[in-house]
């Protein structure tokens, strides 16, 4: 069964530092997905990483994926307040087609 | 209206009541999904669904029924609703075959007392 592993599940850091999120995961997959969310909303799509070594990048988040060490990151680069939110990764399963998620990193920017 | 809708936004029942949760999209995306949030444990994928007609266990499945005579729409069935169902739950499409983007509608919080 698949298991998909976010850590840090907290992290709290002040504005213009640089900090990363990992993903892990248990099986195979090629399929990594990146959401957003803010307190009492739903979920935005951030990222789609769909091959082995896929970079993406949008304002000051990166993510990539290493499928060979089954691991996402999630790299946030000189932090703003309002990036503060919860993340998830999800993981599509090759041999089926549902998509597990992390429990989430809580993200808390500091002015 | 464009994109995915759930109905209702808000839910109270008591345990024992049958409740339906109803999910909407206009995308005509193949593949649904639905979810349950709750603190501590992520998002909880409890079926999805290939297509209409076809639908699938995922991790949480017990105690909830769901249909897809439709593409565009997926509802979730509580048979008989209990506390440990009190929840938020999100729907989704996308995925496979969509540019493998998932997009989420608003969700319902379902309170059973």
């Known amino acids: 069964e698949l298991k998909v592993e976010q850590n840090p599940l907290f992290l709290s850091m002040q504005e213009g530092k640089n900090y990363t999120i990992y993903c892990n995961y248990s099986?195979?997959?090629?399929?990594l997905y990146w959401y957003r969310q803010d307190p009492g909303k739903s979920l935005e799509s951030l990222f789609v990483?769909?091959?082995?070594?896929a970079v993406k990048q949008e304002g000051r988040l990166m993510a990539s994926l290493d499928t060979k060490a089954r691991l996402s990151t999630l790299h946030i680069t000189a932090a703003v307040h309002d990036l503060s939110a919860t993340y998830f990764c999800?993981?599509?399963?090759?041999?089926?087609?549902?998509?597990?998620f992390g429990k989430g990193t809580r993200l808390h920017i500091l002015p | 209206d464009a994109g995915i809708t759930q109905s209702p936004r808000y839910k109270i029942t008591e345990t024992g009541r049958q409740v339906t949760l109803m999910c909407h999209q206009t995308?005509?995306?193949?593949?649904m999904f639905w979810y349950r949030q709750d603190l501590g444990h992520g998002l909880r994928l409890i079926y999805y669904?290939?297509?209409?007609?076809?639908?699938d266990k995922g991790e949480v499945p017990d105690g909830y029924v769901v249909s897809r005579s439709k593409t565009e729409n997926f509802p979730l069935t509580l048979e008989s609703a209990t506390r440990s169902q009190t929840s938020v739950y999100f729907c989704?499409?996308?995925?496979?075959?969509?540019?493998?983007?998932?997009?989420f509608g608003p969700g319902t919080r379902l309170t059973v007392t």
């Open positions: 989704a499409s996308g995925g496979r075959g969509s540019s493998y983007e998932q997009y």
């Open positions: 099986t195979t997959s090629d399929r």
């Open positions: 990483l769909l091959s082995n070594g």
């Open positions: 999800a993981v599509e399963m090759n041999r089926d087609d549902k998509i597990i």
């Open positions: 995308w005509s995306h193949s593949y």
């Open positions: 669904s290939a297509a209409a007609d076809i639908t």
